[in-house]
């Protein structure tokens, strides 16, 4: 009997730190929009990387991305932002999200993210993300409704005229399994 | 002999079962409590284990066991001092919290696990401060170009009077004066452009090539109108027939006054 507990208790340690699931994001598209009165502006990257670790029904999810990757198709444009959003001193815009295991078997997960950027911390509450699961492989897609106010960005402004405070981000992102 | 293997045996599986036992140990009511996984463990066996366990540990570790009374029969205070003294031996910090039934998380990823490589996730001072010189110095370009194109404007209007036959003197002037200002703001606005940090590494893409590009047209331009036009102005003044290549200061003045609006124009709108 004592033998079984001891070898019960020596496996104990190694199954405790071990992952259910691992993701890692394999393809992403990001890109923010901004508006200004004479101006739509999109900026793309597909430079973001991340992984996501599963264990007792959570997934822990992190991604992050080089300001610098975002390309509005105007260099200068491009140059602005960066210093706007302090992308020199802050390089990385970071997410981390927190997102049950059992939400992946609905169309629709609702995540709270928490969100570095700037030099800031935002949090963004229910967020609806759109998740197709097919074999290893999940694509999910959204829009965080990010602002220039949460992350303390003076909002740039050409001929005089500020653009607006929105700058939504849109997501589309392809996670696999390991 | 058998007893000493046996002896060195228990030592082992002392220690290996320290490590988890350890973790349980925790603060509560300025008592030390051990909870010694009874959610799956019988009473019996319970007992049993902690039995031996603490046999394993006293003959492990005499020093420690001193702690308590010294006793023959095991005691639970001694087992828990024993699992506490274990843990700080290995310097485990203790939870804080209840430990639950459920088995530790794994780490969070973090970003060292994303392989970024560290020139992309280290912040840069000096380049941030490179940034704000130039946006700094570029919004004064676009102001100053804003406030150029007024009197540019102005000194083109003014030119179909201080031309031809039927001109004073002072609509000349007049023309003559909004050219100068222009030329002033015109080369100030310039010297912001000119003079703005470079970022290596940068290739110019997009609306602001055509922008960078028309700065070949109006840049000679604004520098050969006021020559022309100082040519013939003292043509003028002299009672001649604006001649020669003075003659084609108002083309080159149209010319110039075109690509800067154009300039202006296409990095405001998009096309």
Redesign the interface.
């Known amino acids: 009997?004592?033998a079984k507990?001891?070898s019960l208790?020596?496996l104990?340690?190694p199954?405790?730190?071990?992952?259910d699931a691992q993701w890692v994001l394999q393809q992403s598209t990001l890109s923010y929009h901004v508006s200004h009165p004479?101006?739509?502006t999109e900026g793309v990257s597909h430079a973001a990387?991340?992984?996501?670790?599963c264990?007792?029904g959570?997934c822990?999810?992190?991604i992050?991305v080089?300001i610098?990757s975002f390309d509005?198709?105007?260099?200068?444009?491009d140059?602005?932002m960066?210093?706007?959003t302090?992308?020199?001193?802050?390089?990385?815009v970071?997410v981390?999200t927190r997102v049950p295991e059992a939400a992946f078997k609905s169309p629709t997960i609702h995540a709270d993210l928490e969100i570095e950027f700037a030099g800031q911390t935002a949090q963004y509450k229910q967020v609806p993300f759109q998740l197709t699961i097919q074999g290893n492989q999940a694509h999910l897609s959204g829009t965080i409704p990010a602002t220039l106010a949460d992350f303390k960005i003076d909002p740039p402004s050409?001929?005089g005229m500020a653009v607006k405070n929105d700058i939504p981000v849109r997501v589309d992102m392809k996670w696999q399994a390991q | 002999m058998r007893k000493a293997l046996r002896r060195r045996i228990a030592l082992a599986c002392a220690c290996l079962v320290a490590a988890p036992i350890s973790s349980f140990a925790q603060a509560s009511s300025n008592t030390m409590e051990v909870r010694p996984l009874a959610a799956f463990l019988d009473k019996a066996a319970t007992e049993s284990f902690q039995r031996d366990f603490a046999n394993a540990v006293a003959l492990a570790f005499p020093v420690p066991f001193s702690i308590g009374e010294p006793t023959e029969t095991f005691e639970p205070a001694r087992f828990e001092k024993a699992a506490i003294f274990l843990a700080q031996a290995r310097g485990t910090p203790q939870p804080a919290s209840p430990p639950s039934n459920a088995s530790p998380n794994p780490p969070a990823p973090s970003l060292g696990d994303l392989g970024f490589p560290a020139a992309q996730t280290q912040g840069n001072a000096q380049e941030q401060a490179r940034l704000d010189r130039r946006t700094h110095m570029l919004k004064i370009h676009q102001r100053l170009g804003l406030i150029t194109a007024v009197p540019m404007l102005a000194t083109v209007l003014s030119g179909g009077f201080a031309g031809g036959r039927s001109t004073s003197s002072s609509s000349r002037d007049l023309h003559a004066a909004l050219g100068s200002v222009t030329t002033g703001l015109y080369f100030t606005t310039a010297y912001y452009s000119i003079f703005a940090p470079r970022v290596p590494g940068t290739h110019a893409r997009g609306p602001i090539r055509l922008h960078k590009t028309l700065a070949w047209i109006h840049g000679p331009g604004m520098i050969l109108t006021p020559i022309l036009g100082a040519m013939a102005f003292d043509q003028k003044s002299r009672g001649e027939k604006v001649h020669g290549i003075a003659s084609a200061h108002g083309a080159v003045a149209v010319v110039t006054a075109g690509a800067f609006g154009l300039a202006i124009a296409s990095v405001s709108f998009k096309f």
């Open positions: 009997m004592n507990l001891l208790l020596l104990l340690p199954l405790g730190h071990a992952a004479l101006h739509q990387k991340g992984k996501g670790v264990h007792n959570q822990d999810f992190l992050a080089p610098k509005s198709g105007d260099s200068n444009r140059l602005h960066l210093q706007a302090r992308g020199a001193q802050f390089p990385l970071v981390r050409l001929l």
